[in-house]
């Protein structure tokens, strides 16, 4: 695993649990036209998305004037992680929470906030120990010592940077919550608590019950297959997260043991892997699944000879 590091004596996710009956891909992409008032951060919001995956997916437009008619690509398919098909499935590189209702129905995702590179959220598994509407804000003294200024409670109200509503996980301090400024979702901007959007919360809340299991994971390439193609979605590290956001441009940096978990990934059908195709999106990593391979030369044989 790549990314942040777990915190002494938790728990490692269980990233080799995957259940049957959930496809490993959901989504597709969409483009948008922007208009004359929006900025990236207003379509992120509308399709709910994130800021930062957002930028990505639209390297060299200007987030905050893309400009009439702009076209705009919304990054709205995902591979899954690699995790329990089991309650929230959450990872911080690409900042989504991946939640599986269970009885057929199908997986939602969200976007989220995560944190600050010296306030990193914990990766491992634990769960939502309880659950508060307009919950009150007891601020750590940590932040306290960081910004003196703020009150040692902040009370439920417009003010509260928790907003409306509260799961509380079973690792001490650590939450997801709503927000008072929605437009640190999908930015590295929290105190190393998971903040979503107002809208993404509401609905997610009611459906989480007292007792379900979260799995934090950080990862960076996921794979996945879909009708028999193999796909492969690279995301920003952390350290590039917050070089797009400030610059929008990302400095280059290998994906730790990539042709390995490609290899992993397509058993008897490596032989097919088009490497230039893997290269290009570990280089771009634009956070959208690209199919990596090539045409079965035999397939395409005998569908010339059926026709």
Not at 3 to 32: H, M
Not at 143 to 168: F, K, S, T, W
């Amino acid at each position: 695993m790549t990314g942040l590091a777990a915190i002494p004596g938790r728990a490692q996710p269980k990233t080799e649990t995957l259940q049957a009956g959930y496809p490993d891909l959901i989504g597709e992409i969409r483009t948008v036209a922007a208009r004359h008032e929006d900025t990236l951060l207003d379509i992120a919001r509308i399709n709910g998305l994130g800021f930062v995956e957002t930028v990505t997916a639209n390297k060299g437009v200007d987030p905050w004037l893309p400009g009439k008619g702009t076209v705009i690509t919304l990054p709205t398919a995902h591979v899954l992680p690699a995790g329990p098909r089991k309650g929230i499935l959450l990872n911080l590189i690409d900042q989504r929470i991946y939640f599986f209702p269970g009885e057929g129905a199908p997986i939602q995702t969200y976007a989220i906030g995560t944190g600050q590179e010296a306030w990193d959220t914990p990766v491992g598994n634990t769960r939502i120990t309880r659950k508060k509407q307009n919950p009150t804000w007891y601020v750590p003294k940590s932040i306290r010592d960081e910004q003196p200024e703020l009150p040692a409670v902040v009370r439920p109200g417009p003010n509260n940077p928790l907003g409306r509503h509260a799961m509380y996980l079973g690792w001490h301090a650590y939450l997801i919550h709503g927000t008072n400024n929605p437009w640190g979702v999908g930015r590295r901007v929290s105190h190393g608590c998971i903040r979503m959007y107002p809208e993404g919360i509401e609905k997610l809340f009611p459906q989480v019950p007292v007792g379900t299991p979260v799995t934090v994971v950080s990862q960076e390439a996921k794979t996945g297959w879909r009708d028999g193609q193999l796909y492969l979605e690279v995301h920003p590290n952390p350290k590039q997260n917050l070089e797009l956001e400030e610059t929008g441009k990302l400095t280059p940096a290998p994906v730790s043991e990539l042709a390995y978990r490609i290899a992993q990934a397509a058993g008897k059908d490596v032989r097919r892997v088009d490497w230039e195709r893997v290269k290009s999106a570990a280089f771009e990593r634009s956070g959208f699944p690209i199919p990596i391979l090539k045409s079965d030369k035999k397939d395409v044989e005998a569908a010339t000879q059926k026709n």
